[in-house]
């Protein structure tokens, strides 16, 4: 997001994102969330917070953005593209959307959905509060049934497994073993792609994906 810009925050809890926008960047920043006691709180820290939910209807915004952001949130809908689509008539003219989705391609849910495990969390991939799920191949399909080109794809961590060596019958095998590390996943630094085409093969195993795109 570049300095002085005007930020649609959408599901922005109690402001925390805007919050850094506005002191960071200079960005004037409206949030719309759905839960009136973070909106409440929301609209002490940012230059407008809306009440709405954005599945069943849209609020009156009166105004273009520079960005609009959906960090967290699209996962949490029923149609995710339609959704943007509506949006899509608030975003200036070469304007970007930016769109952060949970990776179910994830090594460890692999392992798990291996063992035959698919228990959901109060928070992060599994989420119960989860409708949709998406890998790095659909996220990129969701955004071009949308109406939206990929100009930018960042990878929110690394490839959080380590490799070691495990031996079997008393010492005459070894093979490589998959670990989790038991460390926070560190951030990596944005990978760039053309339309979305030279992203690096490990980034559809990271935990988080991040896209920024505008309208086709």
């Known amino acids: 997001v570049k300095d002085n810009s005007i930020v ?5 809890s109690t402001g925390f994102l805007g919050e850094k926008l506005k002191m960071g960047k200079n960005c004037t920043v409206v949030g719309i969330d759905n839960d009136a006691d973070a909106v409440k709180i929301a609209g002490k820290i940012l230059d407008k917070a809306v009440r709405s939910d954005i ?23 029923r149609n995710p593209e339609e ?29 798990r959905l291996l063992l035959g495990k698919w228990n959901y969390t109060e928070v992060g991939i599994m989420d119960r509060t989860h409708v949709r799920f998406f890998t790095l191949k ?8 949308a109406g939206l080109e990929v100009v930018e794809e960042v990878a929110a961590g690394k490839l959080p ?4 060596r495990m031996t079997f019958c008393g010492g005459q095998t070894q093979m490589p073993l998959m670990m989790p590390f038991s460390k926070s996943v560190v ?14 093969h490990l980034n559809a195993l990271c935990g988080k994906i991040s896209c920024r795109a505008w309208k086709l």
Not at 8 to 12: E, F, K, N, T
Not at 161 to 164: A, R
Not at 188 to 193: E, G, S
């Open 8 to 12: 649609l925050d959408v599901g922005c």
């Open 55 to 77: 599945e069943s209807g849209m609020p009156r915004l009166g105004k273009k953005f520079d960005y609009i952001i959906f960090a967290d949130v699209l996962e949490h809908t």
């Open 83 to 111: 959704i943007i689509r509506r949006f899509g008539k608030f975003l200036k003219k070469n304007g970007h959307i930016i769109v952060s989705l949970p990776n179910v391609a994830h090594p460890l849910i692999r392992l």
């Open 138 to 145: 659909t996220a990129r399909s969701m955004l071009s049934n």
């Open 161 to 164: 497994v380590k490799f070691t």
């Open 187 to 200: 951030p990596t630094p944005a990978v760039k792609a053309q339309k979305a085409l030279c992203v690096r």
